[in-house]
């Protein structure tokens, strides 16, 4: 399986903040066992893990088919080239959710430190825990807001369980009705941690690289940067999105 497994498991991607690593090595408890991932130019992880890590670095994408179809210019050739082996991630959807609402207006840093702030024995707080406990702890600001009412509306009825099954309009329409889940979010959440490769999030980042290189610098909105990015990538534009985000950063 072609993988750059640091690059992958550090490139703003729900792992990078549940998971932890030193020297190469990334760990995690899944189930209250330790799970540990490692490459020195192989795959290695924890014995009797291999179908979770498999499912986690999503082990069916063929990225040289994937390089083909978004190798379309010369800004993503060479975001290819630099970023070869980076992969897209697929965690579980509430650890994700929780991720990405503490990454509004935050940076990767403070954003990992809140997740880890909201874990209790290598997992996630549930919503049902988040709705009942004091999270102050967690020094999420603003953030505490939403997630407190996206707890409760989930523990109210509006299921995220069933969006596996939705096509991805519905999907990201249904998503953006909890409190604090905007465009960028939702589609994080989808792109991560359920695999709508389509879908396209586009932060500061994302916006300032799209609009230089594909929109002649001239401002545009979020939802016309999509349509292009949809328009050009296709099923693949979250691996598009992926590799011009690292490109963007510099990493």
């Given at each position: 399986?072609?993988?750059?497994?640091?690059?992958?498991?550090?490139?703003?991607?729900?792992?990078?903040?549940?998971?932890?690593?030193?020297?190469?090595?990334?760990?995690?408890l899944v189930g209250g066992k330790?799970?540990?991932?490692?490459?020195?130019?192989?795959?290695?992880?924890?014995?009797?893990?291999?179908?979770?890590?498999?499912?986690?670095?999503?082990?069916?994408?063929?990225?040289?088919?994937?390089?083909?179809?978004?190798?379309?210019?010369?800004?993503?050739?060479?975001?290819?080239?630099?970023?070869?082996?980076?992969?897209?991630?697929?965690?579980?959807?509430?650890?994700?959710?929780?991720?990405?609402?503490?990454?509004?207006?935050?940076?990767?840093?403070?954003?990992?430190?809140?997740?880890?702030?909201?874990?209790?024995?290598?997992?996630?707080?549930?919503?049902?825990?988040?709705?009942?406990?004091?999270?102050?702890?967690?020094?999420?600001?603003?953030?505490?807001?939403?997630?407190?009412?996206?707890?409760?509306?989930?523990?109210?009825?509006?299921?995220?369980?069933?969006?596996?099954?939705?096509?991805?309009?519905?999907?990201?329409?249904?998503?953006?009705?909890?409190?604090?889940?905007?465009?960028?979010?939702?589609?994080?959440?989808?792109?991560?941690?359920?695999?709508?490769?389509?879908?396209?999030?586009?932060?500061?980042?994302?916006?300032?690289?799209?609009?230089?290189?594909?929109?002649?610098?001239?401002?545009?909105?979020?939802?016309?940067?999509?349509?292009?990015?949809?328009?050009?990538?296709?099923?693949?534009?979250?691996?598009?999105?992926?590799?011009?985000?690292?490109?963007?950063?510099?990493?």
């Amino acid at each position: 399986m072609l993988i750059n497994l640091s690059l992958t498991m550090k490139s703003g991607q729900t792992p990078e903040f549940v998971w932890s690593e030193k020297d190469g090595n990334f760990s995690r408890l899944v189930g209250g066992k330790l799970c540990e991932i490692w490459h020195d130019g192989e795959l290695h992880f924890t014995k009797g893990f291999e179908d979770y890590v498999m499912e986690l670095l999503r082990k069916d994408d063929d990225l040289e088919k994937i390089y083909e179809k978004i190798n379309t210019d010369e800004v993503m050739n060479n975001a290819i080239k630099k970023y070869r082996g980076l992969r897209i991630t697929k965690s579980d959807p509430w650890e994700t959710t929780v991720s990405f609402i503490c990454s509004v207006n935050n940076n990767i840093k403070r954003i990992r430190k809140n997740v880890q702030s909201l874990m209790v024995n290598g997992n996630v707080m549930t919503p049902q825990e988040i709705s009942d406990a004091d999270i102050n702890h967690a020094r999420l600001g603003f953030r505490e807001k939403f997630l407190k009412k996206t707890s409760e509306a989930i523990m109210g009825g509006h299921s995220i369980e069933e969006i596996k099954n939705m096509n991805y309009d519905t999907a990201l329409a249904h998503l953006t009705k909890l409190h604090g889940i905007g465009d960028k979010v939702a589609n994080c959440v989808l792109l991560f941690g359920y695999g709508f490769l389509e879908s396209f999030p586009i932060d500061t980042w994302i916006r300032k690289i799209m609009v230089k290189n594909y929109f002649e610098g001239k401002k545009t909105n979020d939802k016309k940067i999509r349509e292009f990015a949809q328009a050009r990538w296709g099923k693949y534009a979250g691996y598009a999105n992926q590799y011009l985000f690292c490109y963007a950063r510099g990493l």
